[in-house]
């Protein structure tokens, strides 16, 4: 039972344009969440979270919007630039659970043309 | 200054055969990790060491085995080596709580043959 899904393995965008990363999630205790960006022979590094009291948080260029009446999370990404080209992973956590025990998705591999 | 790091980045080894990852965090944190990223690009969490409670999940055979001298080390210790263990492994760590990050090293690429 994967609890929390990117549908999308892949996305290509142009460099300028929005890059828009979607996740959804079932367990609804999850009350953190985050997504974190992999380069290719690198560990995950953290890139924005979110609380679920709130339904957006933005940080520069990202902004992670959160419904949790949908269990949907989304990455915007603006304006998109090369270097951001990377697996990005969403996580999930629940009360009472450590940071690293979060519940990833499978990635979403994001590909900016110049 | 590398926050986690964990050593070998690389690990050919033949099936059958002992091996073990080290991993250490030099930013003070508590709670430890170690994460496995398949064939499928899937992270799955396989234990958790928060000071001396370990935290093992039921899925991972008992073949792998965690080991912490102190605070900032959690090395872990493949027993028996099976083709089906070729994978990345990620050490991580965090501070204790559940609304932060993790910070993760560059992870092992351990191949069996």
């Known amino acids: 039972d994967q609890q929390v899904k990117q549908n999308s393995p892949s996305l290509s965008v142009q460099e300028g344009r929005i890059s828009i990363l979607n996740c959804d999630y079932t367990n609804s205790m999850f009350d953190y969440f985050l997504w974190y960006k992999k380069y290719p022979a690198e560990g995950p590094t953290f890139l924005i979270s979110?609380?679920?009291?709130?339904d957006k948080n933005e940080d520069g260029r990202f902004t992670v919007f959160l419904n949790k009446s949908a269990k949907h999370l989304s990455l915007h990404i603006v304006p998109s630039q090369p270097g951001d080209s990377a697996v990005y992973f969403c996580?999930?956590?629940?009360?009472?659970?450590?940071?690293?025990?979060?519940?990833f998705g499978d990635g979403t591999t994001l590909t900016v043309k110049p | 200054d590398t926050a986690v790091s964990q050593t070998p980045k690389y690990l050919v080894t033949q099936m059958g055969n002992d091996k073990s990852i080290k991993c250490e965090q030099n930013?003070?944190?508590?709670?430890m990790y170690w994460y496995k990223q398949d064939s499928k690009k899937f992270l799955k969490i396989m234990f958790s060491?928060?000071?001396?409670?370990?935290?093992i999940n039921e899925t991972v055979p008992n073949r792998f085995s965690p080991k912490s001298p102190d605070k900032a080390h959690l090395n872990l210790h493949i027993n028996s080596l099976e083709l089906g263990d070729s994978a990345v492994y990620f050490c991580?760590?965090?501070?204790?709580?559940?609304?932060?990050?993790?910070?993760f090293g560059q992870g092992t690429r351990l191949t069996v043959v």
């Open positions: 930013l003070g944190h508590d709670t």
């Open positions: 060491y928060n000071n001396k409670e370990l935290i």
């Open positions: 979110i609380s679920s009291i709130k």
């Open positions: 991580a760590s965090s501070l204790r709580g559940s609304n932060t990050e993790a910070f």
């Open positions: 996580a999930a956590s629940a009360p009472k659970t450590n940071a690293g025990k979060s519940t």
